[in-house]
């Protein structure tokens, strides 16, 4: 084994600005084959992913716009004017949400959205070794009923993660400077 891995995996961050080519169909069966690989209690597999792409990204923009208002939480006009400018170059956004199976009460339900919180993990990992720019966002209309119920998720049955944008990176990043691991690590004995 080699630590070359990890150490590209130690440089990613994320890339908010974004546009075309997204993932090309055999890296994007790679980005959600990773989301797989979480660890998942109770094998629940709660992950749902939805895929919104090109036209549909700028119309889920409008429909988050159009919501919020409507919901009486209106973005201020700069917000609205930073918003559609972003999704006007974005290729892909991945809608994400926790299924609630109310059947099981064994695993508690911060347990299954922790799951799905690691796929997303996982595929921001993912878009990043494949040379992508990826961005979880709880943006976007995340907390309005109107926009996750028009994307298939009711509030019954599932949590609401937000959207991950993947494309191409409009610049390169900044570079961030990381904590030090040893600031939030302490020795049990
Ligand atoms: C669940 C979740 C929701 C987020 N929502 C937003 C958001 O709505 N807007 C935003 O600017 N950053 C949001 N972020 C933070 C960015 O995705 C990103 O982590 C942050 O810009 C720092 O970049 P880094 O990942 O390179 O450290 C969110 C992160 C998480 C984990």
Not at 93 to 111: F, G, Q, W, Y
Not at 112 to 127: E, I, K, S
């Amino acid at each position: 084994m080699s630590t070359a891995a990890v150490n590209f995996l130690l440089s990613r961050q994320s890339v908010k600005f974004v546009q075309s080519p997204g993932p090309a169909p055999e890296h994007l069966d790679l980005i959600l084959q990773a989301a797989m690989t979480a660890p998942d209690h109770g094998k629940l597999r709660p992950w749902r992913f939805s895929l919104i792409r090109d036209d549909a990204v700028v119309r889920l923009g409008e429909l988050a716009i159009q919501a919020s208002r409507r919901a009486g939480k209106p973005l201020s006009e700069e917000k609205e004017v930073g918003i559609r400018k972003w999704l006007s170059k974005v290729p892909l956004l991945v809608a994400m949400a926790c299924r609630i199976d109310h059947s099981n009460t064994k695993v508690p339900e911060h347990e299954r959205a922790l799951a799905v919180g690691v796929a997303a993990g996982n595929m921001l990992n993912a878009a990043h070794m494949l040379g992508y720019g990826a961005f979880w966002s709880t943006g976007l209309g995340t907390y309005i009923d109107e926009v996750t119920e028009a994307l298939g998720y009711d509030s019954l049955d599932y949590q609401f993660l937000g959207f991950m944008a993947i494309g191409t990176p409009i610049m390169p990043p900044e570079p961030v400077v990381r904590p030090d691991y040893h600031e939030f690590v302490t020795e049990w004995k």
